[in-house]
Protein backbone atom coordinates (compact mmCIF):
# COMPACT_ATOMS: atom_id res chain seq x y z
CA UNK A 1 0.00 0.00 0.00
CA UNK A 2 1.79 2.98 -0.78
CA UNK A 3 1.70 5.64 1.61
CA UNK A 4 2.61 9.24 2.32
CA UNK A 5 6.69 8.85 1.41
CA UNK A 6 7.34 12.55 2.34
CA UNK A 7 6.34 12.03 5.97
CA UNK A 8 8.19 8.64 5.77
CA UNK A 9 11.44 10.04 4.42
CA UNK A 10 11.31 13.15 6.60
CA UNK A 11 10.68 11.60 10.22
CA UNK A 12 13.67 9.02 8.98
CA UNK A 13 15.82 11.83 8.51
CA UNK A 14 14.85 13.03 11.66
CA UNK A 15 15.77 10.01 13.71
CA UNK A 16 18.73 9.62 12.43
CA UNK A 17 19.65 13.64 13.54
CA UNK A 18 18.03 12.93 16.51
CA UNK A 19 20.24 9.83 17.04
CA UNK A 20 22.96 12.54 17.84
CA UNK A 21 23.89 13.32 21.38
CA UNK A 22 22.83 17.29 22.11
CA UNK A 23 26.08 17.81 22.70
CA UNK A 24 27.66 17.35 19.24
CA UNK A 25 25.12 19.19 17.38
CA UNK A 26 26.67 21.87 15.48
CA UNK A 27 25.00 25.12 15.98
CA UNK A 28 24.99 26.25 12.23
CA UNK A 29 26.16 23.79 9.68
CA UNK A 30 27.73 26.20 7.05
CA UNK A 31 27.17 26.46 3.31
CA UNK A 32 29.70 25.37 0.45
CA UNK A 33 30.23 28.50 -0.26
CA UNK A 34 31.32 29.44 2.97
CA UNK A 35 33.06 26.30 3.61
CA UNK A 36 34.18 24.26 0.65
CA UNK A 37 36.50 21.93 2.61
CA UNK A 38 34.93 20.40 6.21
CA UNK A 39 38.31 17.82 6.44
CA UNK A 40 41.28 18.38 8.76
CA UNK A 41 41.35 22.00 10.82
CA UNK A 42 37.71 22.35 9.92
CA UNK A 43 36.25 19.39 12.01
CA UNK A 44 38.85 18.95 14.48
CA UNK A 45 37.46 22.52 16.03
CA UNK A 46 34.60 20.41 17.06
CA UNK A 47 37.32 17.91 18.71
CA UNK A 48 39.07 17.45 21.77
CA UNK A 49 42.73 17.10 21.30
CA UNK A 50 42.95 12.96 22.58
CA UNK A 51 39.77 12.54 20.31
CA UNK A 52 41.63 13.89 17.49
CA UNK A 53 45.08 11.57 17.68
CA UNK A 54 42.59 9.11 18.15
CA UNK A 55 40.34 9.31 14.96
CA UNK A 56 43.53 10.32 12.97
CA UNK A 57 45.31 7.03 13.39
CA UNK A 58 44.30 4.43 10.86
CA UNK A 59 43.07 0.68 11.85
CA UNK A 60 46.49 -1.04 12.42
CA UNK A 61 47.41 2.08 14.77
CA UNK A 62 44.26 1.62 16.59
CA UNK A 63 44.63 -2.52 16.99
CA UNK A 64 48.40 -1.91 18.24
CA UNK A 65 47.17 0.66 20.67
CA UNK A 66 44.22 -0.92 22.09
CA UNK A 67 46.04 -4.29 21.90
CA UNK A 68 49.33 -2.66 24.03
CA UNK A 69 46.33 -1.28 26.52
CA UNK A 70 47.33 2.10 25.51
CA UNK A 71 43.82 2.92 24.49
CA UNK A 72 40.95 1.47 25.93
CA UNK A 73 37.97 0.30 23.20
CA UNK A 74 35.39 2.50 25.01
CA UNK A 75 37.34 5.50 24.34
CA UNK A 76 38.00 4.52 20.95
CA UNK A 77 34.68 3.84 20.31
CA UNK A 78 33.58 7.09 21.65
CA UNK A 79 36.02 9.34 20.12
CA UNK A 80 34.91 8.14 16.41
CA UNK A 81 30.92 8.39 17.51
CA UNK A 82 31.40 11.96 18.21
CA UNK A 83 33.27 12.48 14.74
CA UNK A 84 31.01 10.37 12.93
CA UNK A 85 28.23 12.45 14.32
CA UNK A 86 30.11 15.73 13.17
CA UNK A 87 30.55 14.34 9.78
CA UNK A 88 26.65 13.32 9.26
CA UNK A 89 26.09 17.10 10.13
CA UNK A 90 28.60 18.45 7.17
CA UNK A 91 27.73 15.84 4.40
CA UNK A 92 24.55 13.33 4.97
CA UNK A 93 26.61 10.52 5.34
CA UNK A 94 24.71 8.37 7.70
CA UNK A 95 21.70 6.44 7.47
CA UNK A 96 21.61 4.51 11.06
CA UNK A 97 23.63 5.19 14.03
CA UNK A 98 23.64 2.52 17.18
CA UNK A 99 26.41 4.38 19.52
CA UNK A 100 24.96 3.05 22.41
CA UNK A 101 25.35 -0.89 21.40
CA UNK A 102 28.43 0.04 19.92
CA UNK A 103 29.75 1.27 23.43
CA UNK A 104 28.26 -1.74 25.33
CA UNK A 105 30.15 -3.87 22.98
CA UNK A 106 33.50 -1.62 23.68
CA UNK A 107 33.19 -1.60 26.87
CA UNK A 108 32.89 -5.62 26.86
CA UNK A 109 35.78 -5.66 25.13
CA UNK A 110 37.52 -4.15 27.82
CA UNK A 111 36.43 -6.75 30.20
CA UNK A 112 37.67 -9.08 28.18
CA UNK A 113 40.66 -7.46 27.78
CA UNK A 114 41.16 -6.59 31.55
CA UNK A 115 40.65 -10.55 32.48
CA UNK A 116 42.16 -12.27 29.92
CA UNK A 117 45.04 -9.87 29.55
CA UNK A 118 44.94 -10.16 25.77
CA UNK A 119 42.91 -8.90 22.69
CA UNK A 120 39.55 -10.72 21.44
CA UNK A 121 40.87 -10.79 17.54
CA UNK A 122 42.89 -8.83 15.23
CA UNK A 123 40.18 -6.47 15.24
CA UNK A 124 39.75 -5.81 18.91
CA UNK A 125 38.62 -2.20 19.62
CA UNK A 126 38.60 -1.06 16.17
CA UNK A 127 35.44 0.68 14.71
CA UNK A 128 34.05 -0.70 11.27
CA UNK A 129 31.62 1.22 9.50
CA UNK A 130 29.27 -0.69 7.18
CA UNK A 131 27.38 0.29 4.24
CA UNK A 132 23.50 0.03 4.85
CA UNK A 133 23.44 -3.20 2.73
CA UNK A 134 24.47 -5.05 5.79
CA UNK A 135 21.80 -6.33 8.26
CA UNK A 136 22.74 -5.85 11.82
CA UNK A 137 20.34 -6.97 14.61
CA UNK A 138 18.26 -4.21 16.53
CA UNK A 139 19.51 -1.55 13.05
CA UNK A 140 16.91 -0.65 10.31
CA UNK A 141 18.13 -1.12 6.59
CA UNK A 142 16.67 0.73 4.20
CA UNK A 143 19.18 0.68 1.28
CA UNK A 144 17.61 4.04 0.46
CA UNK A 145 14.65 3.25 -0.43
CA UNK A 146 11.87 4.70 1.64
CA UNK A 147 9.31 1.98 1.07
CA UNK A 148 11.79 -0.38 3.10
CA UNK A 149 11.68 1.93 6.21
CA UNK A 150 10.09 -0.41 9.02
CA UNK A 151 10.35 -3.63 7.20
CA UNK A 152 12.33 -6.24 6.34
CA UNK A 153 13.75 -5.53 2.24
CA UNK A 154 10.30 -4.39 1.77
CA UNK A 155 8.60 -7.11 3.57
CA UNK A 156 5.85 -6.16 6.58
CA UNK A 157 5.92 -8.66 8.95
CA UNK A 158 8.78 -10.55 8.13
CA UNK A 159 10.61 -12.76 11.30
CA UNK A 160 14.28 -11.59 10.26
CA UNK A 161 13.00 -7.84 10.27
CA UNK A 162 16.30 -6.51 13.08
CA UNK A 163 16.81 -9.70 14.09
CA UNK A 164 18.92 -10.83 10.98
CA UNK A 165 22.83 -10.66 10.88
CA UNK A 166 24.85 -10.24 7.73
CA UNK A 167 27.59 -13.53 7.37
CA UNK A 168 30.42 -11.25 7.16
CA UNK A 169 28.79 -9.09 10.55
CA UNK A 170 29.36 -11.92 12.63
CA UNK A 171 32.78 -12.45 11.45
CA UNK A 172 33.15 -8.97 12.22
CA UNK A 173 32.04 -9.44 15.96
CA UNK A 174 34.08 -12.50 15.92
CA UNK A 175 37.48 -10.62 15.24
CA UNK A 176 36.81 -7.77 17.83
CA UNK A 177 35.73 -5.22 15.88
CA UNK A 178 33.10 -2.19 16.65
CA UNK A 179 30.47 -1.78 14.56
CA UNK A 180 28.67 1.48 15.31
CA UNK A 181 26.87 3.23 12.15
CA UNK A 182 25.81 2.58 8.48
CA UNK A 183 26.67 4.81 5.85
CA UNK A 184 24.32 6.34 3.28
CA UNK A 185 23.61 4.68 -0.35
CA UNK A 186 22.16 5.76 -3.52
CA UNK A 187 18.37 4.19 -3.71
CA UNK A 188 18.84 0.94 -5.97
CA UNK A 189 23.13 1.01 -5.47
CA UNK A 190 23.43 1.92 -8.82
CA UNK A 191 24.90 5.45 -8.79
CA UNK A 192 28.20 7.22 -8.93
CA UNK A 193 26.38 9.83 -7.11
CA UNK A 194 25.08 9.28 -3.08
CA UNK A 195 21.18 10.72 -3.45
CA UNK A 196 17.88 9.22 -1.97
CA UNK A 197 14.84 10.49 -0.91
CA UNK A 198 15.40 9.66 3.15
CA UNK A 199 18.98 12.03 3.89
CA UNK A 200 19.33 13.77 -0.11
CA UNK A 201 23.13 14.37 -1.18
CA UNK A 202 25.57 12.92 0.15
CA UNK A 203 28.82 15.61 -0.13
CA UNK A 204 32.05 15.36 -0.73
CA UNK A 205 33.36 16.64 2.53
CA UNK A 206 36.76 17.52 0.61
CA UNK A 207 35.03 19.49 -2.01
CA UNK A 208 31.29 20.04 -0.93
CA UNK A 209 30.19 21.38 -4.67
CA UNK A 210 31.03 18.01 -5.53
CA UNK A 211 29.71 14.28 -4.42
CA UNK A 212 31.50 11.88 -2.79
CA UNK A 213 30.97 8.78 -5.14
CA UNK A 214 28.19 6.04 -4.95
CA UNK A 215 27.05 3.79 -4.52
CA UNK A 216 29.16 3.24 -1.14
CA UNK A 217 29.30 7.40 -0.76
CA UNK A 218 28.00 7.35 2.77
CA UNK A 219 31.47 5.37 2.84
CA UNK A 220 33.55 7.27 1.23
CA UNK A 221 32.68 10.81 3.13
CA UNK A 222 32.44 9.16 6.75
CA UNK A 223 36.00 7.54 6.26
CA UNK A 224 37.05 10.62 4.13
CA UNK A 225 36.23 12.77 7.52
CA UNK A 226 37.91 9.81 9.66
CA UNK A 227 34.73 9.76 11.17
CA UNK A 228 35.88 5.95 10.48
CA UNK A 229 38.69 4.38 10.12
CA UNK A 230 37.74 1.36 7.79
CA UNK A 231 34.28 0.72 6.87
CA UNK A 232 33.09 -1.83 4.31
CA UNK A 233 31.48 -1.27 0.47
CA UNK A 234 29.78 -3.24 -2.44
CA UNK A 235 31.18 -2.61 -6.34
CA UNK A 236 29.28 -3.68 -9.08
CA UNK A 237 30.32 -1.29 -11.22
CA UNK A 238 32.60 0.71 -9.03
CA UNK A 239 30.73 1.29 -5.81
CA UNK A 240 33.89 0.42 -4.00
CA UNK A 241 36.34 2.31 -5.81
CA UNK A 242 34.71 5.28 -7.20
CA UNK A 243 34.19 6.97 -3.05
CA UNK A 244 38.00 5.75 -2.41
CA UNK A 245 39.14 7.73 -5.12
CA UNK A 246 36.92 10.62 -4.96
CA UNK A 247 37.60 11.43 -1.18
CA UNK A 248 41.61 10.21 -1.08
CA UNK A 249 41.40 6.95 0.08
CA UNK A 250 42.31 3.20 -0.57
CA UNK A 251 39.60 0.77 -1.34
CA UNK A 252 39.84 -3.24 -3.01
CA UNK A 253 37.49 -3.91 -5.92
CA UNK A 254 38.46 -7.87 -4.64
CA UNK A 255 37.08 -10.63 -7.49
CA UNK A 256 33.81 -12.73 -7.05
CA UNK A 257 33.85 -15.17 -4.02
CA UNK A 258 36.85 -13.74 -2.33
CA UNK A 259 35.21 -12.20 0.76
CA UNK A 260 31.55 -13.21 2.46
CA UNK A 261 28.23 -11.44 0.69
CA UNK A 262 25.65 -13.67 2.25
CA UNK A 263 22.95 -12.20 3.77
CA UNK A 264 23.79 -8.53 2.77
CA UNK A 265 20.73 -7.21 1.28
CA UNK A 266 20.91 -6.18 -2.83
CA UNK A 267 19.15 -4.71 -5.69
CA UNK A 268 19.02 -7.37 -8.73
CA UNK A 269 19.72 -10.12 -6.12
CA UNK A 270 20.13 -13.56 -8.56
CA UNK A 271 21.83 -11.42 -11.47
CA UNK A 272 24.82 -13.87 -11.12
CA UNK A 273 26.31 -13.07 -14.23
CA UNK A 274 28.63 -9.81 -13.44
CA UNK A 275 27.91 -10.00 -9.20
CA UNK A 276 28.39 -7.15 -6.15
CA UNK A 277 30.96 -7.38 -4.50
CA UNK A 278 32.00 -6.89 -1.01
CA UNK A 279 35.79 -5.03 0.18
CA UNK A 280 36.97 -2.69 2.28
CA UNK A 281 37.83 1.29 2.42
CA UNK A 282 40.42 2.53 4.29
CA UNK A 283 42.84 5.93 5.50
CA UNK A 284 45.87 3.76 4.56
CA UNK A 285 46.91 0.71 2.67
CA UNK A 286 47.79 -1.36 5.40
CA UNK A 287 44.38 -0.95 6.68
CA UNK A 288 42.69 -2.12 3.56
CA UNK A 289 45.12 -4.97 3.62
CA UNK A 290 44.58 -6.09 7.44
CA UNK A 291 40.89 -6.19 6.74
CA UNK A 292 40.90 -8.44 4.05
CA UNK A 293 43.22 -10.41 5.83
CA UNK A 294 41.24 -10.52 9.02
CA UNK A 295 38.06 -11.63 7.57
CA UNK A 296 39.72 -14.33 5.05
CA UNK A 297 41.28 -15.57 8.91
CA UNK A 298 37.27 -16.60 9.48
CA UNK A 299 36.95 -19.18 6.65
CA UNK A 300 34.14 -17.33 5.32
CA UNK A 301 33.99 -20.54 2.84
CA UNK A 302 32.40 -22.13 6.05
CA UNK A 303 29.44 -19.90 5.55
CA UNK A 304 29.09 -18.45 2.08
CA UNK A 305 28.60 -21.00 -0.59
CA UNK A 306 29.68 -18.17 -3.54
CA UNK A 307 33.05 -18.15 -1.20
CA UNK A 308 36.18 -20.15 -2.93
CA UNK A 309 38.16 -21.80 0.27
CA UNK A 310 41.21 -19.41 -0.21
CA UNK A 311 42.81 -18.08 2.68
CA UNK A 312 45.52 -15.27 2.84
CA UNK A 313 47.80 -16.65 0.72
CA UNK A 314 51.31 -14.45 2.47
CA UNK A 315 53.48 -15.92 -0.17
CA UNK A 316 51.78 -14.01 -2.98
CA UNK A 317 51.84 -10.41 -0.76
CA UNK A 318 55.71 -10.91 -0.12
CA UNK A 319 56.59 -11.74 -3.17
CA UNK A 320 56.05 -8.15 -4.54
CA UNK A 321 57.66 -6.60 -1.18
CA UNK A 322 61.08 -9.16 -2.15
CA UNK A 323 60.62 -7.87 -5.81
CA UNK A 324 60.72 -4.25 -5.28
CA UNK A 325 63.66 -4.84 -2.48
CA UNK A 326 65.76 -6.69 -4.76
CA UNK A 327 68.21 -5.07 -7.39
CA UNK A 328 67.02 -6.83 -10.48
CA UNK A 329 63.01 -6.64 -8.81
CA UNK A 330 61.26 -4.72 -11.49
CA UNK A 331 57.33 -4.71 -11.63
CA UNK A 332 56.15 -3.99 -15.12
CA UNK A 333 53.03 -1.79 -15.79
CA UNK A 334 50.20 -1.58 -18.30
CA UNK A 335 48.98 2.02 -18.99
CA UNK A 336 45.55 3.08 -19.62
CA UNK A 337 45.64 6.72 -20.47
CA UNK A 338 42.34 6.71 -21.66
CA UNK A 339 39.50 4.02 -22.70
CA UNK A 340 39.56 5.71 -26.09
CA UNK A 341 35.81 6.71 -25.96
CA UNK A 342 36.17 9.52 -22.71
CA UNK A 343 39.19 10.88 -21.86
CA UNK A 344 40.17 12.00 -18.35
CA UNK A 345 39.65 15.38 -17.03
CA UNK A 346 43.11 16.98 -16.47
CA UNK A 347 43.41 16.53 -13.29
CA UNK A 348 43.40 12.11 -13.57
CA UNK A 349 45.54 12.72 -16.12
CA UNK A 350 47.78 13.79 -14.41
CA UNK A 351 47.75 11.98 -11.31
CA UNK A 352 48.40 8.62 -14.12
CA UNK A 353 51.05 10.46 -15.28
CA UNK A 354 52.59 11.52 -11.99
CA UNK A 355 52.10 7.81 -10.99
CA UNK A 356 54.38 6.60 -14.13
CA UNK A 357 56.68 8.95 -13.11
CA UNK A 358 56.92 7.74 -9.61
CA UNK A 359 57.39 4.18 -11.06
CA UNK A 360 59.65 4.56 -13.70
CA UNK A 361 61.75 6.44 -11.35
CA UNK A 362 61.56 3.45 -8.84
CA UNK A 363 63.64 1.44 -11.72
CA UNK A 364 59.71 -0.08 -13.01
CA UNK A 365 58.67 -0.36 -16.63
CA UNK A 366 55.94 0.95 -17.91
CA UNK A 367 54.30 0.18 -21.26
CA UNK A 368 51.04 1.01 -23.10
CA UNK A 369 48.07 -0.90 -22.57
CA UNK A 370 44.55 -0.62 -25.30
CA UNK A 371 41.94 -2.30 -24.28
CA UNK A 372 40.89 -4.57 -26.45
CA UNK A 373 37.06 -4.62 -27.53
CA UNK A 374 36.32 -2.18 -24.78
CA UNK A 375 32.49 -0.82 -26.53
CA UNK A 376 31.94 -4.41 -27.06
CA UNK A 377 32.84 -5.76 -23.55
CA UNK A 378 31.22 -2.68 -22.18
CA UNK A 379 27.88 -3.32 -23.54
CA UNK A 380 27.74 -7.34 -22.57
CA UNK A 381 28.51 -6.10 -19.08
CA UNK A 382 25.66 -2.91 -18.89
CA UNK A 383 23.53 -5.19 -20.03
CA UNK A 384 23.53 -7.60 -16.80
CA UNK A 385 22.24 -5.05 -15.28
CA UNK A 386 18.82 -4.99 -17.05
CA UNK A 387 17.88 -8.31 -17.52
CA UNK A 388 14.91 -7.74 -15.59
CA UNK A 389 14.13 -4.94 -17.43
CA UNK A 390 14.04 -2.78 -14.30
CA UNK A 391 11.45 -4.43 -12.41
CA UNK A 392 13.36 -5.27 -9.01
CA UNK A 393 14.24 -1.48 -8.59
CA UNK A 394 10.95 0.36 -9.60
CA UNK A 395 9.05 -2.35 -7.25
CA UNK A 396 10.51 -0.91 -4.62
CA UNK A 397 10.17 2.48 -5.59
CA UNK A 398 6.33 1.41 -6.16
CA UNK A 399 6.49 0.47 -2.17
CA UNK A 400 5.92 3.97 -1.18
CA UNK A 401 5.35 5.69 -4.43
CA UNK A 402 8.46 7.77 -3.69
CA UNK A 403 10.14 9.06 -7.20
CA UNK A 404 13.30 7.94 -8.62
CA UNK A 405 16.62 10.09 -8.79
CA UNK A 406 17.94 12.06 -11.58
CA UNK A 407 21.12 9.84 -11.50
CA UNK A 408 19.28 6.62 -11.38
CA UNK A 409 16.65 7.22 -14.03
CA UNK A 410 19.31 7.36 -16.45
CA UNK A 411 19.50 4.00 -16.05
CA UNK A 412 16.16 2.87 -15.26
CA UNK A 413 13.83 5.43 -16.80
CA UNK A 414 10.25 6.15 -15.61
CA UNK A 415 8.80 2.29 -16.23
CA UNK A 416 10.06 -0.78 -16.62
CA UNK A 417 11.04 -2.67 -19.93
CA UNK A 418 10.26 -5.84 -21.08
CA UNK A 419 12.73 -8.31 -18.90
CA UNK A 420 15.44 -10.08 -20.97
CA UNK A 421 14.05 -13.70 -22.14
CA UNK A 422 16.67 -16.66 -21.11
CA UNK A 423 18.43 -17.20 -24.67
CA UNK A 424 18.74 -13.63 -24.70
CA UNK A 425 20.40 -13.96 -21.25
CA UNK A 426 22.47 -16.70 -22.59
CA UNK A 427 23.52 -15.07 -25.37
CA UNK A 428 25.06 -11.94 -23.74
CA UNK A 429 26.89 -14.74 -21.28
CA UNK A 430 27.94 -16.25 -24.31
CA UNK A 431 29.58 -12.31 -25.55
CA UNK A 432 30.70 -11.79 -22.37
CA UNK A 433 33.01 -14.71 -21.74
CA UNK A 434 34.60 -14.30 -25.15
CA UNK A 435 36.03 -10.85 -24.22
CA UNK A 436 37.01 -11.66 -21.12
CA UNK A 437 38.97 -14.16 -23.27
CA UNK A 438 39.94 -11.53 -25.79
CA UNK A 439 41.33 -9.97 -22.39
CA UNK A 440 43.23 -13.19 -20.92
CA UNK A 441 44.90 -13.16 -24.48
CA UNK A 442 45.75 -10.29 -24.44
CA UNK A 443 47.14 -9.73 -21.20
CA UNK A 444 49.35 -13.66 -21.41
CA UNK A 445 51.10 -11.88 -24.69
CA UNK A 446 52.32 -8.65 -22.75
CA UNK A 447 55.34 -11.41 -22.01
CA UNK A 448 56.52 -11.32 -25.05
CA UNK A 449 57.83 -7.37 -24.01
CA UNK A 450 58.54 -7.09 -21.13
CA UNK A 451 61.98 -7.12 -19.50
CA UNK A 452 60.87 -10.21 -17.20
CA UNK A 453 59.54 -12.40 -19.47
CA UNK A 454 56.11 -12.39 -18.06
CA UNK A 455 53.38 -10.76 -18.65
CA UNK A 456 52.59 -6.86 -16.78
CA UNK A 457 51.95 -7.18 -13.09
CA UNK A 458 49.27 -4.87 -13.17
CA UNK A 459 47.49 -1.80 -15.34
CA UNK A 460 47.48 1.95 -14.22
CA UNK A 461 44.60 3.72 -15.14
CA UNK A 462 42.16 6.42 -14.28
CA UNK A 463 38.73 4.62 -12.08
CA UNK A 464 36.71 7.88 -13.66
CA UNK A 465 37.35 10.53 -15.95
CA UNK A 466 36.43 13.12 -12.87
CA UNK A 467 37.96 13.88 -10.12
CA UNK A 468 34.69 14.23 -8.39
CA UNK A 469 31.50 14.56 -10.44
CA UNK A 470 29.09 17.34 -10.18
CA UNK A 471 25.95 16.55 -9.08
CA UNK A 472 23.76 15.08 -11.98
CA UNK A 473 27.40 14.81 -14.05
CA UNK A 474 28.27 11.26 -13.16
CA UNK A 475 27.57 9.37 -16.77
CA UNK A 476 30.78 8.15 -17.91
CA UNK A 477 31.08 4.43 -15.88
CA UNK A 478 33.36 2.54 -18.33
CA UNK A 479 36.82 3.34 -16.35
CA UNK A 480 35.32 1.54 -13.18
CA UNK A 481 32.64 -1.10 -15.14
CA UNK A 482 34.90 -2.50 -17.47
CA UNK A 483 36.90 -4.41 -13.94
CA UNK A 484 33.72 -5.26 -12.68
CA UNK A 485 32.70 -7.42 -16.22
CA UNK A 486 36.30 -8.68 -16.09
CA UNK A 487 35.45 -9.75 -12.51
CA UNK A 488 39.52 -8.54 -12.20
CA UNK A 489 41.15 -7.06 -8.61
CA UNK A 490 41.40 -3.53 -8.42
CA UNK A 491 42.58 -1.25 -6.02
CA UNK A 492 42.64 2.76 -5.71
CA UNK A 493 45.90 4.74 -4.90
CA UNK A 494 45.00 8.26 -3.99
CA UNK A 495 47.64 10.44 -5.56
CA UNK A 496 47.43 14.12 -5.51
CA UNK A 497 44.86 17.05 -5.40
CA UNK A 498 42.82 18.97 -8.62
CA UNK A 499 45.09 22.13 -8.71
CA UNK A 500 43.56 24.94 -11.00
CA UNK A 501 46.31 26.53 -11.60
CA UNK A 502 47.83 22.81 -13.59
CA UNK A 503 44.82 21.10 -14.55
CA UNK A 504 43.46 22.81 -17.43
CA UNK A 505 42.99 21.18 -21.38
CA UNK A 506 44.74 22.04 -23.39
CA UNK A 507 43.87 25.33 -25.81
CA UNK A 508 41.82 24.12 -28.44
CA UNK A 509 40.66 20.86 -27.80
CA UNK A 510 38.54 18.93 -29.25
CA UNK A 511 36.26 16.54 -28.07
CA UNK A 512 35.89 12.67 -29.76
CA UNK A 513 31.99 12.17 -29.09
CA UNK A 514 29.15 13.49 -27.15
CA UNK A 515 30.36 11.51 -24.16
CA UNK A 516 34.30 13.10 -23.98
CA UNK A 517 31.84 16.46 -24.84
CA UNK A 518 30.06 16.01 -21.57
CA UNK A 519 33.07 15.73 -19.47
CA UNK A 520 34.95 17.87 -21.08
CA UNK A 521 31.67 20.81 -20.43
CA UNK A 522 31.23 19.04 -16.97
CA UNK A 523 35.33 20.41 -15.95
CA UNK A 524 35.56 23.29 -14.24
CA UNK A 525 38.81 24.00 -12.71
CA UNK A 526 37.51 26.68 -10.08
CA UNK A 527 34.92 23.83 -8.71
CA UNK A 528 37.60 20.93 -8.90
CA UNK A 529 40.34 22.54 -7.15
CA UNK A 530 41.15 21.50 -3.70
CA UNK A 531 39.46 17.77 -4.99
CA UNK A 532 41.12 14.61 -4.43
CA UNK A 533 42.49 12.78 -7.34
CA UNK A 534 43.05 8.85 -7.56
CA UNK A 535 43.78 6.01 -9.91
CA UNK A 536 43.13 2.54 -9.66
CA UNK A 537 45.81 -0.18 -10.27
CA UNK A 538 43.95 -3.07 -12.05
CA UNK A 539 45.51 -7.06 -11.36
CA UNK A 540 43.79 -10.58 -12.94
CA UNK A 541 41.43 -12.13 -11.23
CA UNK A 542 41.68 -13.05 -7.71
CA UNK A 543 45.12 -11.39 -6.81
CA UNK A 544 44.14 -9.62 -4.25
CA UNK A 545 47.28 -9.82 -1.99
CA UNK A 546 49.49 -9.28 -5.10
CA UNK A 547 47.59 -5.97 -5.81
CA UNK A 548 47.17 -5.01 -1.95
CA UNK A 549 50.91 -4.90 -1.81
CA UNK A 550 51.38 -2.88 -5.39
CA UNK A 551 48.89 -0.65 -4.15
CA UNK A 552 51.02 -0.23 -0.55
CA UNK A 553 53.88 0.30 -2.53
CA UNK A 554 52.83 2.50 -4.87
CA UNK A 555 51.64 4.55 -1.86
CA UNK A 556 54.84 4.17 -0.68
CA UNK A 557 56.68 5.97 -3.49
CA UNK A 558 54.48 8.46 -4.04
CA UNK A 559 54.69 9.80 -0.16
CA UNK A 560 50.78 8.75 0.39
CA UNK A 561 51.80 5.47 2.36
CA UNK A 562 54.64 5.76 5.28
CA UNK A 563 57.31 2.78 5.31
CA UNK A 564 56.67 -0.03 8.14
Known amino acids: MVTDWKSLATAKRDAILNSIPENWRLPKIPSAEEQKDVTGPYIQQFLDKKEVEITETDAVGIAEKVAAGTWSAVDVTQAFCHRASLAHQLV ?8 DAALADAKALDTYYAEHKKTKGPLHGVPVSLKDQFHVKNVETTMGYVGWIDTFEGKKGDSRQKTYESEMVRELRELGAVLYCKTSVPHTLMSGETVNNI ?6 PKDRYLCSGGSSGGEGALIGLKGSPVGFGTDIGGSIRIPAAFNGLYGIRPSAGRLPYEGMANSMDGQNSVLSVVGPLGTSARSVTFLVKSILSQSPWLYDPLVMEMPWRNDQYQR ?5 NSPTGELTFGLMRTDGIVNPQPPVARAVEMVVQAVEKAGHKVMDWKPPAHAEGLATTFNTWMYDGG ?7 ALSGEPMSQQVKMTYGTEPKPEKTASEIAQNNVAHRQWKKQWMDAWNATASSTNTGQPIDCIIAPLAPYAAARPEKYKWYAYSAFVNGLDYTSVVVPVTYADKSMDKY ?7 NENDQAAYEDYDAEIYDGAHVAIQLIGRRLQEEKMLAIAEYIGQILGKESIP
Open 506 to 512: EEGYKPM
Open 199 to 204: IEYTWN
Open 391 to 397: KDVHSAF
Open 92 to 99: NCLHETFF
Open 320 to 324: VWDRV
